[in-house]
Nanobody, 116 residues
Framework: QVQLVESGGGVVQPGGSLRRSCVAS????????MSWDRQAPGKERELVAA???????NYADSVKGRFAISRDTAKKTVYLQMNSLKPEDTAVYYC??????????WGQGTQVTVSS
């Protein structure tokens, strides 16, 4: 059974940090590009950070310099380190694995709330 299981969400104060994890099972995630997307209330889902099969990364302008994506192929895990969090980072965050437009898996989504 294919699964992407996320952890590490929650509530944090502005300026704080969170580390998200996403563990893949049921497929060979080393062949997939991985990403984190988010969706805030009333807004469309947007790409936050992505990492290719060979480790190239790219980020949304809004999170550059604050967020860092990484992957551990041996552990089948992708991470998102989120620093200097802002209230506008509040959203449901989703882990994503993509091999082609027709071969995509999504995690269950986890709420991240940045509030004082």
């Amino acid at each position: 059974q294919v699964q992407l299981v996320e952890s590490g969400g929650g509530v944090v104060q502005p300026g704080g940090s969170l580390r998200r994890s996403c563990v893949a099972s049921g497929f060979s995630c080393s062949s997939y590009a991985m990403s984190w997307d988010r969706q805030a209330p009333g807004k469309e889902r947007e790409l936050v950070a992505a990492i290719s099969r060979v480790g190239y990364t790219n980020y949304a302008d809004s999170v550059k310099g604050r967020f860092a994506i990484s992957r551990d192929t041996a552990k089948k895990t992708v991470y998102l380190q989120m620093n200097s969090l802002k209230p506008e980072d509040t959203a449901v965050y989703y882990c994503n694995a993509r091999n082609s437009p027709a071969d995509v898996y999504w995690g269950q989504g986890t709420q991240v709330t940045v509030s004082s």
